[in-house]
């Protein structure tokens, strides 16, 4: 897959995405129909009442599922035309992704849950750079089970962007933790966005958190009802929670 | 990939009991194939280089009386290496502190030994002097039995002559590794005694000076042996030869090979069911320990690694796991090994032994296991991979469950709602289920296999020496005697019976099918020593034709009905066809039977008689043994009590070795599987047992759904590991089937029962295990990562 980057071409292209799960004779439509378009360098906020379909939408753009139907394009590629290997080389260049339930290897500390990523990467970071970053330099050599959630999902951010990566996904980042906490890991996802011009997706159910962003996306029922654009970003710490 | 070689390092700590628990099921496997094959394989070379070493004889013939002129006629048959000429004679001894009669072996020594065959390996002392009567070397066995050394003396009766012999020297011979008195069921060391003495000597005593009695001879390379011996018989004929035979029918070689042949067949069978079983269920284990992984397995392909890297990952594990039990496996296989060699060799005496095992045991075992490991691992991470990341990271959907056969159950029994819910997991879970249900299964199934030679091996001993060979004692003549003998062998003091018997070397041959035995003549109205049919019923014998037994039948392809060649090797060495009229029972060595008047038609000559089995007045033994020492028509005397009390300590405490060996590591085994199936169990139910803890129920409450659950897996398991071990114990027992004996297949019920118990026990320490980790499971830190 191609690293070169050119500004002006879109990163995300999406274009009637649907997506159905079936389990049994029970049908979910968790997509019903999402178009949607993503600039370099751009940070967009997805609002939405849960069961929306907004995780769906981030996990096809991360290439961990697949779309029932519809395109997204990645740059030139067209992702819903990758087979396994190519989403996980795509996966493994490209993306960032920060998992809602943090989703550390319990086995291993926080430096080396890090440091899984950077030793695939191509022009990762130091683990220590990234912990840095998220400001958990001193709690490198801790387990999982010894860092908090709000710890665990700041190491799930350092090793999302360790490998600075094209594309950051964050579903629910900051869910879990209390406002000092969720504004330091904002902060750090705003400074990979500025520092790396990292095209970033954030799901939040804070709704205050949009004003952070250049572009808000509003979902219901699988679709995204309205785009909403910000035309003055705050810094997190402005932001009341 | 030092990072997640590090979560290896680090899940292996982390499971350390789980993995040694998987590691011993594979050591179990493991050590099984390498012990079997090792103790084989070191006895079969040991007993090749004893061979070699000390010369032993490739062709045997024994005769009346030839002049030694003869024995260069011998040594020009074309194919003849080698040809002593020697003289072999029975007596009965009479040994210090040893109250009952005991039978030597005498055997002749040269003067010149160079070059000799069947040479003896001095343990103490030295040959004796070529000029001296009185001297003699004993084998080792005996005079450990009846702690004589050298210089020790002891009396022999030789041709009506009561000769005081002095021991000086003690020596081991490649002819008696296995050695055993005539009339004797089983070796007695301290009754059966093999002498040497100076050939000069014996010669006089015997009369038999310038003759010899029994040739030895040692083939060239290539030479036919069948042709080497038909010369030789036309040869020997006139001289009263009983027909030459080979090794095959030597009796030392035959037993020790028969013996060998069973360790050999024991370890086709035994080693493999215990190998693939363990393979079967480490795949099992792994394919469920690994399925637990599913949302690490998601994260690691979420962040992009390659289905190779991940499977890689975890096959390191499994090897890493699999490696230790292999490595536990081998040193315990060839340790125990080693041990059941040394029990196998002290028992024949080896001067010597070779340790010895094929590299490719090694191979083999640790091929099967890392394999069906590596499967077991694959198969489970191949499953989550299928899954997109987005999916295997999530835990599972919440499973849908039918109301189905544990709603209907619960309608009619008041059942509690923790033993719906397990019910529930098995019908939505009935392959898992069943698979652990099998592996369970299996290992008691091993276990029942492993026990039921002691059941096989104690009804043999009842059938043998209760049902069939009832007598207190058979005495033998050196020569066939006519009837009048019997009635003096019945003035013998205590006497309360006395049967007597006729035994005939001959060959049986159905076209090219030829088989060397004896035919026993018996009287009509036996009651000691008797004849069983099928069904162990006592039988008499047909006026006419010959009875064998299922092994002879079998080895000769007759049926009832069949005809067969006789070749008497003995007198006469009449030809004849004879109807083979029935069918019997006998477990050891290899029979035929015939009525003595048959016989003596057979034969072509008057009644007569080469022994008795006898009863005795208990009361009186002292002084019948005493009589029979000085008895000169009693050339050989076997007691049956001895024998069975032999038997038990000595072929059975071989057995029973072997079989405790196999019974531990089954019970390892069992454990094992048991252990792992709670284990895992757990694990799957871990999120749901912390939402009901936190729900409120007790532990005792959330403990139930498990131990439920392993209630009934149990419950399935226990018999259908009867049904398997049935099956598994049925092969054994044709395995074990050998021309020394036979074992029937006997499962006692406590057999099964112990089996049952052993898994039980398995399953209630197991328990104690989930309920400890139940108490101290985590709540929060279960729940913790999830919404
Ligand atoms: N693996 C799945 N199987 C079945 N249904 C699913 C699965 N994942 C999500 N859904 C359903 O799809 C819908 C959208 O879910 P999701 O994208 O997680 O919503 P959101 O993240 O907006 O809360 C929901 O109704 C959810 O129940
Ligand atoms: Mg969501």
Redesign the interface.
Known sequence: MGNDLRMSDLVFEVRGLTKVYRSGEVEVRALAGVDLTLQPGELVVMLGPSGSGKSTLLNILGGLDHATAGTVRFREHDLTALDDAGLTAYRRNHVGFVFQFYNLIPALTARENVALVTEIARAPMTPEAALDIVGLGARMDHFPSQLSGGEQQRVAIARAIAKRPDVLLCDEPTGALDSKTGVRVLEALMRINKELATTTALITHNAAIREIAHRTFYFGDGRITSVEINKARKAPSEISW | ????D??ML??LR?MWAQALAIALVIAGGAATFVLASGAYRSLDETRIAYYERYRFGDIFAEIKRAPRSVGEQIKGIDGVAVADFRILHYAVLDVANLVEPATGQVVSVPERIDGQQNRLHLRAGRLPEFDRSDEVVVNEAFAKANRLRSGDTFRALLNGKLCTLRIVGIALSPEFIYAIGPGDLVPDDRRFAVIWMAERALAGILDLEGAFNAVSIRLLRGANPEQVMKTLDAVLERYGGTGAFTRKDQFSHAFLDAELAQLAAMRRVIPPIFLLVSAFLINMILTRAIGLER??I??????????LTIAMHYIKLVIAITGIGIVIGFIMGAWLGQGVTRLYAEFFHFPFLIFRNDASTYAIAGAVSVASAVAGALRAVAQVLRL????A??PP?PP?YNRGLASHIHARLPLSQMTIMSLRHMARWPMRAAVTVLGIALASGLLITALLSFDSVESMVNVAFFKIDRQHATVGFNDPQNMRAIDSVRQLPGVLRAEPFRTVPVRLRNGHRVRRLSISGKPADMDLSRILDANLRPQGLPSQGLVIDTRVAELLHVSRGDVVEVEVLEGKRVQRRVIVSDIVTSYLGLSAFMGLEALADLLDEGPRVSGAHIAYDVLQERALFDAIKSTPVVSSIGLQKRSISRFRSTIKQNIDYMVTVYVALAVIIAFGVVYNSARIQLSEHAREIASLRVLGFTRNEVSRILLTELAIVLLIAVPLGWLIGYGFGWLLIQAFSSDLYRVPFTIERATYAKASLVVIAAALVSALIVRRRVNRLDLV?VL????
Request: proline letters at 6%.
């Open positions: 990939m030092r990072t997640l590090r979560k680090r899940d982390r949302e690490q998601g994260l690691l392909k979420a962040i992009g690694y390659g289905p997109a990341p987005a999916v990271m999530q959907a849908r830190s913790k990562a999830r919404d």
